[in-house]
């Protein structure tokens, strides 16, 4: 069996393992539609799973192009700190997720609604890693629910406040990043003006192990809390038993586990064709290159983290790398390859929404047709 092919069938296992615990806690026989709930919450573990895959080249292409570890080293150790991510940080943007982006009323959301933004967002996903483009696997979610929701609510059911606040950190986010990837460069080229190249590359070759894993950390913690908050929106509307004595901001334990266990087992497969794109089309990037690019980007992702606002990930190491890129000569940056990324991202939301929103209209015509009978 190969390598490849064993991690997949670890991932199902472990969806399956998932599955079987949140039924064990929520009282499976005792949900309305028990079956619905079940697929929802594999699809979202899914979700997790195949963002952890789309992503994974966010964690480690910096420091597999630097040559600083090897592949299979660099996919451990991001796997590992996205996962260590779920003792580190609290769970704002999980709740921001849940609540911020559509009305959670039981009259707005429904199991068939999540599932809809679920298909629509891993059908994005899907198709945007085939054809090699670093775009938010956060952002394709959020579109897709949001599509999934107008399309059973209308658009009152989505929460304009949220959106606009997300779609605001869609510029800002690789804004900050490209600021702090230029400062970071500007700055560390001031420290070791005096050092020799050869003491250069040796210390930044060591601490671009301590820039990727911090920039993991803040990749475990924002994105696998998107599929947090999904997981949480589900069972507050379907299986209230779950919140008894509790508020939708104390999302159980066991829940944050379990998605930023998918999401280290995506990052242990990868994402190869984005690797390439993120590592060295963009701008070509020395150890000294990448430490300044992830800590940068790192240092972003904590602080939108800590104030509970969804940025992608993707968005924000692209934008320190361009930084960095920037601080050696503007010639230094591929502008044609990082156009075709801006429209990706231009296109994530929108695109995913009608996805997510056709998605809808599809699922709920099947379960009319099955519910009617012959």
Same mark, same amino acid.
């Given at each position: 069996?190969?390598r490849? +092919?064993?991690?997949?069938? +670890?991932?199902?296992?472990? =969806?399956?393992? !998932? #599955?079987?615990?949140?039924?064990?806690?929520?009282?499976?026989? =005792?949900?309305?539609?028990?079956?619905?709930?079940?697929?929802?919450?594999?699809?979202?573990?899914?979700?997790?799973?195949? /963002?952890?895959?789309?992503?994974?080249?966010?964690?480690? %292409?910096?420091?597999?192009?630097?040559?600083?570890? #090897?592949?299979?080293?660099?996919?451990?150790?991001?796997?590992f700190?996205?996962?260590?991510?779920?003792?580190?940080?609290? #769970?704002?943007?999980?709740?921001?997720?849940?609540?911020?982006v559509?009305? *959670?009323?039981?009259?707005?959301?429904?199991?068939?609604?999540?599932?809809?933004?679920?298909?629509?967002?891993i059908?994005?996903?899907?198709?945007?890693?085939?054809?090699?483009? *670093?775009?938010s696997?956060?952002?394709a979610?959020?579109?897709?629910?949001?599509?999934?929701?107008?399309?059973?609510?209308?658009?009152?059911?989505?929460?304009?406040?949220?959106?606009?606040?997300?779609? =605001?950190?869609?510029v800002?986010?690789?804004?900050?990043?490209?600021?702090?990837?230029?400062?970071?460069?500007?700055?560390?080229?001031?420290?070791?003006? /005096?050092?020799?190249? &050869?003491?250069?590359?040796f210390?930044? &070759?060591?601490?671009?192990?301590?820039?990727?894993?911090?920039?993991?950390?803040?990749?475990?913690?924002?994105?696998?809390?998107?599929?947090?908050?999904?997981?949480?929106?589900?069972?507050?509307?379907? %299986?209230?038993?779950?919140?008894?004595?509790?508020?939708?901001?104390?999302?159980?334990?066991?829940?944050v586990?379990?998605?930023?266990?998918?999401?280290?087992?995506?990052?242990?497969?990868?994402?190869? &064709?984005?690797?390439?794109?993120?590592?060295?089309?963009?701008?070509?990037?020395?150890?000294?290159?990448?430490?300044?690019?992830?800590?940068?980007?790192?240092?972003?992702?904590?602080? #939108?983290?800590?104030?509970?606002?969804?940025?992608?990930?993707?968005?924000?190491?692209?934008?320190?790398?361009? !930084?960095?890129?920037?601080?050696?000569?503007?010639?230094?940056?591929?502008?044609?390859?990082?156009?075709?990324?801006?429209?990706?991202?231009?296109?994530?939301? *929108?695109?995913?929404?009608?996805?997510?929103?056709?998605?809808?209209?599809?699922?709920?015509?099947?379960? &009319?047709?099955?519910?009617?009978?012959?």
């Open positions: 069996m190969s490849e +092919l064993f991690w997949r069938f +670890l991932a199902i296992g472990f =969806a399956v393992l !998932g #599955t079987c615990y949140t039924c064990y806690h929520v009282g499976w026989l =005792a949900l309305e539609c028990p079956v619905l709930v079940t697929v929802v919450v594999v699809l979202a573990l899914g979700f997790d799973f195949t /963002n952890g895959i789309h992503d994974a080249a966010n964690s480690i %292409a910096t420091v597999v192009s630097t040559r600083v570890l #090897t592949p299979l080293q660099a996919v451990v150790w991001a796997a700190f996205n996962f260590v991510a779920a003792y580190v940080f609290s #769970t704002h943007v999980a709740m921001t997720i849940g609540k911020g559509v009305d *959670p009323d039981p009259e707005v959301v429904s199991t068939l609604m999540i599932l809809s933004g679920l298909l629509g967002a059908l994005w996903n899907l198709t945007t890693w085939y054809l090699g483009l *670093p775009t696997s956060s952002h979610l959020i579109g897709a629910l949001a599509g999934a929701a107008i399309a059973k609510a209308g658009f009152g059911a989505v929460i304009v406040s949220g959106l606009v606040k997300i779609a =605001a950190f869609i800002l986010s690789p804004l900050i990043g490209l600021l702090l990837g230029l400062l970071m460069g500007i700055g560390m080229t001031w420290l070791f003006r /005096n050092a020799t190249p &050869r003491r250069v590359d210390l930044f &070759r060591k601490g671009q192990l301590l820039s990727a894993a911090l920039y993991s950390l803040g990749h475990g913690t924002n994105d696998a809390q998107k599929t947090m908050g999904i997981i949480a929106l589900l069972l507050f509307t379907s %299986a209230p038993q779950v919140w008894t004595g509790r508020g939708f901001e104390d999302i159980p334990f066991w829940i586990l379990i998605c930023h266990t998918a999401m280290g087992l995506g990052t242990l497969i990868g994402g190869w &064709r984005i690797v390439k794109t993120m590592g060295s089309k963009i701008t070509k990037l020395t150890p000294f290159g990448g430490f300044c690019a992830e800590t940068g980007a790192a240092a972003t992702l904590f602080a #939108t983290a800590a104030a509970g606002i969804p940025v992608s990930t993707t968005h924000t190491i692209t934008g320190s790398i361009i !930084g960095f890129g920037i601080m050696r000569r503007l010639s230094a940056v591929r502008w044609a390859v990082t156009r075709k990324i801006v429209w990706a991202w231009i296109l994530t939301i *929108p695109v995913s929404g009608c996805i997510g929103a056709l998605t809808y209209l599809a699922v709920s015509a099947v379960a &009319r047709a099955c519910s009617s009978g012959p």
